[in-house]
């Protein structure tokens, strides 16, 4: 290395100090040195400056441009020949010469002066010029020689130098591409440990969770049931109540297909009688009818009429019909009297045509009801036609009076029972023109 050749240049000086010192200890003598003061006359370390060999010497070492610092690079130590004689400063290598390539040089030169003039001689009195040059060619040729090393030990440093860098910087680069392929394998191999580590935390808070959740599925499954505990009575009230108006409303449908006037006022007919309710309106001479009966029957009558008429809204022009059973009357308010739909039966006279004047009056007030029907619907036609005081048949045009003065019983009980058919003809228009249209009106859209 450097350092071993700048040591082996530094030990060499020193030892061609040590040779001059033993060669002037022999050859020179009182009167050289004597010669040495008049030669000399300056002792001091400058005066051996001034001379050119040492100059050149010192040049020479500092052309060869050796790097670092006596202080940096070289420690001394002292060792002792096996002569015994004289000792040498020996040099060793302390740091790396690549650190300091670039130091100054001013440090060696004075190592340089340093070994020849004071360690290396152990001189106490200056030397004379003859011995300087016998010094200086000694050191001249010993000087060339390191050289010569110098220039083969730092050829062979720099091939050395170029190897090692060249096996190096390849070495360097293969292991920083395995080094590079390890890390890419432990970043592959952190990344899926950080999914495992993600996936292990999700899973360990999912298992936190389970009691809690166990809980909260323990009170849905109770509210859950309590729920459908509610819906299944719920879905119970709810069928019954479903079941209870299919019944009201076949129920309903039953009742609308029932003409109540019909039920309650059952016009029907018994032989040569026409009935209402049972009762028998009319007397025939081989079926003598109380008058009790008829006056009933009367009462019936009278109670259908009313009911049509309130059902149609229709207001009798200058009669009022008051149902009474079987003393029913009918108001004249023109005339301001009553006229009754009963009889007593017995001897009537001529003069006594209350019962005929009732039954005409009432034949008046079924003429305005067929009017009121017939103006719902212009259509209608009625079996028989209501003339004033009778009825007559269309089949033969005969009219029969509805008195009983001047009038057999045979006819006065067909006029009854044409009366009755009106009525219930009637009853089938009322029906369907006015409780049908109630019925729609109050349907819920």
Not at 265 to 282: A, C
Request: proline letters at 3%.
């Amino acid at each position: 290395s450097i350092s071993s050749i700048e040591a082996k240049a530094i030990n060499t000086i020193c030892t061609a100090s040590v040779d001059s010192e033993a060669y002037m200890s022999s050859t020179c003598t009182t009167e050289d040195f004597e010669v040495i003061d008049t030669e000399c006359p300056s002792t001091s370390f400058d005066a051996v400056e001034e001379n050119p060999r040492v100059e050149q010497l010192l040049s020479f070492i500092s052309s060869t441009k050796i790097p670092g610092s006596s202080s940096n690079y070289f420690s001394t130590s002292k060792q002792s020949t096996n002569s015994g004689d004289s000792s040498v400063d020996d040099f060793e290598f302390v740091s790396d010469p690549q650190e300091n390539i670039d130091k100054s040089f001013a440090d060696i030169k004075a190592v340089v002066r340093d070994s020849i003039m004071e360690k290396g001689c152990n001189l106490d009195h200056p030397i004379c010029n003859k011995c300087s040059d016998l010094a200086l060619e000694i050191l001249d040729d010993q000087i060339t020689m390191a050289e010569e090393d110098f220039h083969q030990y730092r050829a062979y440093l720099k091939k050395l130098e170029t190897e090692i860098v060249e096996f190096q910087v390849e070495n360097l680069e293969k292991e920083l591409k395995d080094l590079h392929d390890e890390e890419n394998k432990l970043l592959s191999k952190l990344k899926i440990m950080e999914q495992e580590e993600a996936s292990i935390i999700k899973m360990i808070e999912e298992l936190q969770e389970v009691p809690e959740l166990t809980k909260k599925e323990i009170q849905y499954r109770k509210e859950y049931s309590r729920c459908y505990k509610a819906k299944t009575d719920m879905d119970d009230e709810y069928k019954s109540i479903e079941n209870q108006l299919n019944y009201v409303e076949s129920r309903l449908k039953k009742l609308k297909d029932v003409n109540v006037f019909e039920g309650i006022f059952h016009i029907w007919y018994l032989r040569n009688f026409s009935t209402i309710n049972g009762f028998r309106l009319g007397r025939m001479p081989s079926e003598p009818v109380t008058w009790l009966e008829i006056n009933t029957a009367w009462g019936q009558v009278a109670l259908l009429l009313s009911s049509l008429a309130r059902k149609t809204n229709l207001t009798f022009n200058n009669y009022k019909l008051v149902p009474f059973g079987d003393h029913s009357y009918i108001e004249i308010k023109s005339e301001k009297r009553v006229v009754p739909l009963y009889g007593s039966g017995g001897t009537r006279f001529i003069w006594h045509t209350a019962i005929d004047d009732g039954m005409v009056a009432f034949l008046d007030c079924l003429w305005q009801l067929e009017k009121k029907l017939k103006q719902k619907d212009k259509e209608l036609v009625l079996p028989y036609l209501v003339r004033h005081g009778g009825i007559i048949d269309p089949g033969n045009s005969t009219f029969y009076s509805i008195k009983t003065q001047f009038n057999s019983e045979e006819e006065w009980t067909r006029a009854l029972k044409f009366m009755l058919t009106n009525l219930k003809w009637s009853i089938l228009y009322v029906c369907k023109t006015f409780i049908d249209n109630e019925s729609a009106d109050q349907v819920p859209n």
